[in-house]
């Protein structure tokens, strides 16, 4: 699996699919639970394990307040630091210096963590976190999804290529999908996956979420990405449990649940529209994504269950 893991205090795991630039590495280091992994994940019957043993963590313009344990790691002496300006007198390095690139990375062992998890395991996942940064700004931050909803989602593997995690890019994010989070590392069809990942869901039964770490009041050039702090928010309370007593409003194009209400986050964060001057705009931004997911889906149909199929956009 591509996707980051950790665990929380009572045992609880958790897993983050998703692409680069989503949040996989930032989101699994949270210092309220233990990393087990930023990277490549196995789930076999006794739970879940860290192929790496390792952390690649993008560090342009890292925030030592909103990312204070991989800030911390980036000064440890044994990371590897890559793209990185630094000082030729004082050796010291610039996080936000963008001059050679904005693909900055560093490269550190897992117990650099202060609180990963030694043996690199963990028990089944309680919860299933989807990533997607959505540079047109009209997805929710979060939204609860049924097993067949993100069935979908994975097959699809929707989000936005961003300057400095591709190449070849400009500044403007480019929509993109990746069947599973990571088409390059599968051999089987889409489907193959799916249905794996079904039978473990509702085996244990995983609740699963789609968080947008993308663009809030507009799309790329007239809103603003979503702050870590909203999506922190959101994340505690869906790992929490907190997420699951509020109340919800079903999404009219996509289908999923969307929370009405999470302490900590304005309404209009919770609710896209909201924050958008120009709701008509919105509504058409919103059916263009919904037809670019349809299209995308056609590809990825045979072998698909009809119940997947079904839980996709409505145009």
Known sequence: MHCSANIGPHGDSALFF????TGKTTLSADPLRRLIGDDEHGWSDDGIFNFEGGCYAKVIQLSPTA??????C???FGTILENVVYDPVSRMIDLDDESITEMTRASYPLDYIDNAVPEKMGGHPKNIILLTCDAS????????????????????????????T???LGKEPEMTFSTCFGAPFMVHKPSFYADLLKRKILRYGANCW?????????????????????????LNAALDGKLLTVPYKTDPVFGFAVPQQCEGVPENVLDPSGSWSDKSYYTQKYRELATRFVENFKKYEEGCAPEVKAAGPKR
């Open 74 to 76: 980036t000064r440890r």
């Open 166 to 168: 591709e190449a070849g």
């Open 210 to 234: 789609l968080v947008n770490t993308g663009w809030i009041g507009g799309p790329y050039g007239i809103g603003k990405r979503i702050s870590i702090r909203y999506t922190r928010a959101l």
């Open 137 to 164: 700004g009209v997805m929710p931050p979060i939204a609860k999804l049924t097993a067949d909803q993100a069935l979908y989602q994975f097959i699809s593997g929707y989000t936005s290529k961003i300057a400095g």
């Open 67 to 72: 990312e204070p344990q991989i800030y911390a």
């Open 18 to 21: 998703g692409l680069s630039g």
